[in-house]
């Protein structure tokens, strides 16, 4: 064995040693997947990097509701959750939608491309929406899946394949709710709970790398459930995998509760405020999810042609004000029954994507904070550098909290001259209003100290408004 090889083989002995001692340490037995609720804060962390890393992302609700253009399983008559205004299709009619989805133009390529586009790092996909219709040949209900209508393709197989293409994390959503499946919540509710874990097993081992679990609601009793069982295959199965708080949401504690491991192991990752930016919050991670398409009635999340497209500037600060928030933001598109994503959409994304190539610095990678963000803007920083996102000046000029560290440096990445002046009450900042950028200023402060130290007990710094 030459020294190179001897050298290999001993970095390789010791890496194995270290995982070994650090499962170990963890009380993991081997052979058993690591889960979150015996994982160490680092772990954590670095299970979450590239999640918080990328900031932005989208969010695809697309199936047979789309050839009626109207909601995505709430439009099903009887569903057992009212909300009236909302209902509109008798369920047979619904029901058999899926024998006229046949979307000819379906291009997932050009859909990741166009994430890729709009700057966006990762693409949550539907597999399965409450209404319990399968975008994928699914061996377990195969005659209420693509399977079964005219298109065919694995949808699933073409998204997973397309986002690897294009280096996106791939995260699936998957409805535990299913209203349409003849074994949901019946009895005991065992033949459901199996069924939709195999489900759930066969979206994690037939499509390469998936980075996301994306749960939608269920209901019932913990009892119903084995979600000891579900979590323990999707660490197998897709080690290091992210999944939201909807595992168990909204199930009933009135007659048995979880065990507290279980109990923190189904909250997940991250939290996911809907339709809304979520509240500053940094002590544990968050998503917003909204729809581009904006209804009367909260929908929007499948084609919705009665609705109404969010502008770019509405979609650029829902954007900063997550980062600024210490979240992401998961845009939501609803494809066209023929397999398109709206034109008016495609170029708002755009749009976004030109503003991150040239700001991005101010959103990727950065945490929320300092400041506390609000109707003036938000604040992101980055180690010793803090970028403000204004929207609200005060006339020529803005008044925040002082600092500890030294500013060394005033920028307006967005364009104009402005000044800061720091004083032991207030750092005041001026810039002339015609050169405030009409939706976002972004400003960067160069400090001579991490930002993170700015914090005071924990919480950011609050403006006055
Ligand atoms: C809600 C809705 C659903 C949508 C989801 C996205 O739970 O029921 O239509 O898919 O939110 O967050």
């Known amino acids: 064995m030459n020294t190179r090889c001897r050298v290999k083989t001993l970095s390789v002995m010791a890496a194995l040693f270290i995982v070994m001692f650090v499962s170990r340490a963890a009380g993991v037995p081997a052979g058993e997947p690591l889960l979150p609720n015996l994982e160490s804060a680092g772990q954590r962390e670095a299970r979450l990097a590239w999640w918080r890393e990328a ?35 008798p369920a047979e009619v619904y029901d058999a939608l899926y024998q006229r989805f046949n979307p000819v133009k379906f291009d997932a390529d050009a859909w990741m491309q166009l994430a890729r586009d709009a700057g966006m790092k990762y693409v949550v996909f539907i597999t399965k929406h409450h209404d319990g219709f399968s975008m994928w040949p699914t061996k377990l209900r195969p005659e209420y899946s693509i399977a079964a209508t005219p298109f065919q393709r694995d949808i699933c197989r073409e998204m997973a394949d397309a986002a690897h293409k294009h280096g996106l994390k791939l995260g699936w959503y998957y409805s535990t709710r299913d209203w349409t499946h003849p074994d949901y ?11 939709y874990r195999a489900q759930v097993c066969e979206l994690l081992s037939n499509y390469g790398r998936v980075d996301m679990l994306w749960f939608d609601h269920v209901a019932g009793n913990w009892r119903d459930y084995d979600f000891q069982d579900l979590f323990n295959s999707l660490y197998r199965l897709q080690p290091g995998i992210l999944v939201n708080d909807r595992a168990a949401r909204f199930i009933r504690e009135t007659q048995d509760k979880p065990a507290p491991d279980l109990a923190s192991l189904v909250r997940g990752d991250f939290d996911t405020p809907e339709q809304r930016i979520g509240k500053f919050q940094n002590d544990r991670p968050w998503e917003s999810c909204v729809t581009m398409t904006e209804c009367k009635d909260g929908g929007g999340w499948s084609y919705r042609p009665d609705g109404r497209t969010r502008t770019f500037e509405e979609c650029l600060r829902m954007l900063a004000s997550c980062a600024s928030g210490d979240g992401n933001l ?29 700001y991005g610095e101010s959103i990727y990678g950065t945490r929320g904070g300092p400041f506390r963000n609000g109707e003036w803007g938000g604040a992101t920083y ?31 990445l967005t364009g104009g001259d402005v000044t800061a002046e720091q004083g032991r009450k207030a750092l005041q900042l001026r810039l002339a209003p015609a050169q405030q950028d009409q939706i976002d200023t972004v400003i960067k402060l160069e400090l001579d100290a991490p930002a993170a130290d700015e914090f005071r007990n924990g919480q950011p710094l609050a403006v006055a408004e």
């Open 382 to 412: 980055k180690d010793k550098a803090i970028y403000l996102h204004v929207f609200r000046w005060n006339g020529d000029h803005l008044k925040l909290p002082p600092l500890k560290a030294r500013l060394l440096k005033a920028t307006a």
């Open 330 to 358: 998961l845009l939501n598109v609803g494809p066209t029954p023929s397999g398109e994503i709206l034109a008016e959409q495609a170029a708002v994304l755009r749009k976004l994507g030109a503003w991150l190539a040239q």
């Open 55 to 89: 900031r932005f992302g989208l969010f695809i609700h697309w199936g047979p509701a789309s050839v009626n253009g109207t909601e995505i399983s709430w439009s099903r008559r009887g569903h057992p959750h009212d909300h009236p205004g909302l209902e509109s299709v």
């Open 185 to 195: 919540l019946a009895g005991d509710n065992r033949k459901y709970d199996a069924f």
